[in-house]
C-alpha cells in the first residue's frame, strides 16, 4: 500500500491555501518581535505542504504529454505571483500601519482559497476510468464499430 492511501485522502489545495491566508492575518497583531516570530509559526507550517500540493495537482490534473508545459506554466504563474504580490503588501503597508502587509496577504490567500473553492465545485476533477467504465466503453466501440 503506498503512502497516499495509508494517509487517507490529501486536504484539497484550496483548503491549505484558505488556512495559510488564514493564519497569516493574525501576524499582524503582533507588536513586538518575540510575538511576531510566535505568531508566524503556522504560516510556516502551512507555506510548503500548500506549494507541493499545488505543484501536486497541476502534475495529477494534467495529461502526461503536455505535463512539462503545465508545470512551467504552474511556475511562472506562481512567479507572476510573487512579483505582483510583494507591491501589493507594501502598499497595504504605506496606507495603513505595518500590520496592514500580513492582513492583506493573509486577504488575498483566502480570496484565493474561496475562487479556488468555488471553481472546484463547479468542475468536478477527472476520475481515473474504472475497470467497469472501460469495459462500458470497450462493448460501446465495439458495437459502433461491427
Not at 483548503?15 to 510556516?44: F, N, Q, S
Not at 499545488?54 to 490534473?61: E, F, I, K, P, T
Not at 500590520?99 to 465545485?121: E, I, K, M, V
Request: charged share 15%; net charge positive; glycine share 12%.
Amino acid at each position: 500500500m503506498d503512502a497516499n492511501r495509508r494517509a487517507g485522502r490529501p486536504l484539497p489545495t484550496w483548503l491549505l491555501l484558505g488556512l495559510l491566508g488564514l493564519v497569516t492575518i493574525p501576524a499582524g497583531l503582533a507588536h513586538e518581535r518575540p510575538w511576531l516570530c510566535v505568531a508566524v509559526v503556522g504560516t510556516g507550517f502551512l507555506a510548503a505542504p500548500t506549494l507541493s500540493a499545488v505543484a501536486d495537482a497541476v502534475s495529477r490534473l494534467a495529461p502526461a504529454g503536455v505535463r512539462g508545459e503545465a508545470t512551467s506554466l504552474q511556475s511562472s504563474a506562481q512567479s507572476a505571483g510573487f512579483a505582483f504580490g510583494s507591491p501589493i503588501v507594501g502598499v497595504a503597508i504605506d496606507v495603513s500601519v505595518p500590520a496592514g502587509g500580513f492582513a492583506a496577504a493573509g486577504l488575498a490567500g483566502l480570496g484565493a482559497a474561496l475562487t479556488g473553492c468555488l471553481l472546484s465545485r463547479r468542475c468536478p476533477s477527472p476520475r481515473p476510468p474504472t475497470s467497469a467504465r472501460r469495459e462500458s466503453a470497450r462493448r460501446t466501440d465495439a458495437t459502433h464499430v461491427q
